[in-house]
């Protein structure tokens, strides 16, 4: 069985390769036809992604034609609209030659190649396509590998891309470590990770070998600063927003919350009020699923670590992976939960009188892949972003970034790198070649 995987899975790079080297990838009204076609396909998939996300991840019909479905149609209809004019050669200054011959300079996007994708499970359609759309509006071919911890929403991304493409251009590649392994093996021209930062390393690692050029999209503790102005009912609605959704599995969910000591007592209390009154007596199962069983276990053992920290919720059911949103008060950096990323829906609350300490606890630690701050005050908001570093931040909001086609996402130092959405995805996916002219 092996030797037949490696030889389908050489088979299919080769085909790619061939095919990169006619150059049709470059044609841009090619690129733009084979993005409308799968643009049309991939919405007579909607159904089917719903159904497969819900048995995988347990979400709403209603979520997944958000998270999953429509930010993928916003991100293809912004790039066909704006495709012609973000492909045109930068022309820049030029000076003569020291000999006095006059020259003219330009920069030219030139696609990589053979690219590869390797899909995550928390958003296994969106961060799946959305790096594909960006791999193929800069020219290049695709490998996509989705992840095997959501196996029905990975069939239903094979079936998408079978009827979108041929396999000489894009094609999909289930499996999970040998397969990863295998093709990691392979000389690709680029490749484009989202997944945690061990697996990234591994990842990293495979590319060295070869020089092989990668964006890491990671993850880590994105903090959450909430300063004694900040207006407590918006602050818990929009801190919610970002933390529960698809059951706290999220990279740029918030991690951990720093509330000011002034308001500590009120906002916990107005947390728990918000709680019962959006999700009921318990919101188990109404937030989604927890990926495995393992991972419930995982979470699970935070709390067991700290039971007399559980404020509110703690409930789970291993057998349905659900578990409930849970709040986990007068936590400090010795507790287990604050040891690694927690992605689940547990919320530990910190407390500080003085920010200076804050960000100090901060930066002594691995950088972030976002960072939020609520507050009434533009000055504290602006001092705590120039003396942090994250990937991105948000003022008085969690997770609006992640959709905007106007700014570029991506992680720094161990939260990833490489940055990608509307144009910087061009950027991402292009060698930006500087092309110079004697007249």
Not at 97 to 123: A, D, L, R
Not at 131 to 141: F, V
Request: with cysteine; hydrophobic share 40%; aromatic share 10%.
């Amino acid at each position: 069985m092996k030797k037949e995987i490696e030889q389908r899975i050489k088979k299919i790079f080769d085909l790619q390769k061939a095919f990169f080297k006619t150059n049709q990838t470059k044609d841009i009204a090619f690129r733009k036809a084979q993005l409308t076609h799968f643009r049309e396909v991939f919405l007579k998939y909607t159904d089917a992604i719903c159904e497969a996300v819900n048995i995988d991840l347990g979400k709403s019909e209603e979520e997944t034609k958000y998270v999953e479905i429509g930010i993928v149609v916003s991100e293809l209809d912004y790039i066909l609209e704006n495709l012609d004019e973000w492909t045109k050669p930068t022309f820049v200054e030029s000076k003569p030659h020291p000999s006095g011959v006059e020259t003219t300079s330009k920069i030219i996007y030139e696609p990589y190649g053979v690219n590869y994708i390797i899909g995550p499970f928390n958003y296994p359609v969106q961060l799946s396509f959305s790096p594909l759309i960006g791999a193929l509006m800069s020219g290049n071919t695709a490998i996509i590998k989705p992840s095997e911890n959501t196996p029905h929403v990975a069939q239903v991304i094979e079936d998408i891309v079978k009827e979108a493409f041929d396999e000489k251009y894009v094609a999909v590649v289930q499996g999970a470590i040998e397969e990863n392994t295998l093709l990691l093996s392979l000389p690709f021209d680029y490749i484009f990770f989202t997944g945690s930062p061990n697996v990234g390393k591994i990842v990293m690692k495979a590319a060295a070998e070869q020089l092989i050029p990668l964006t890491l999209e990671l993850g880590g503790k994105s903090p959450t600063i909430v300063h004694k102005d900040a207006d407590l009912d918006k602050t818990i609605q929009r801190i919610s927003m970002g933390k529960w959704i698809n059951c706290g599995q999220t990279c740029v969910a918030p991690d951990y919350i720093y509330i000011h000591e002034d308001i500590k007592e009120q906002f916990v209390e107005k947390f728990k009020v918000f709680l019962k009154e959006t999700y009921g007596i318990s919101s188990l199962g109404k937030i989604g699923k927890i990926v495995s069983q393992q991972q419930i276990k995982n979470l699970a053992s935070y709390l067991d670590a700290a039971p007399e920290k559980v404020t509110y919720g703690g409930k789970y059911d291993l057998e349905t992976r659900h578990f409930e949103a849970t709040l986990m008060d007068n936590v400090t950096w010795d507790d287990q939960i604050m040891q690694q990323e927690i992605f689940g829906p547990i919320l530990p609350i910190l407390t500080y009188t003085d920010i200076d300490v804050v960000l100090d606890e901060i930066n002594n630690r691995p950088k972030p892949l976002a960072l939020y701050v609520f507050t009434e005050s533009q000055d504290f908001a602006d001092d705590v972003i120039a003396r942090t570093t994250s990937g991105d931040a948000e003022i008085n909001s969690t997770l609006i970034h992640v959709g905007s086609h106007y700014l570029p996402f991506g992680g720094v130092g161990t939260s990833g790198m490489g940055k990608y959405h509307g144009k910087f995805s061009l950027e991402n996916f292009s060698h930006q070649r500087s092309i110079l002219q004697v007249k």
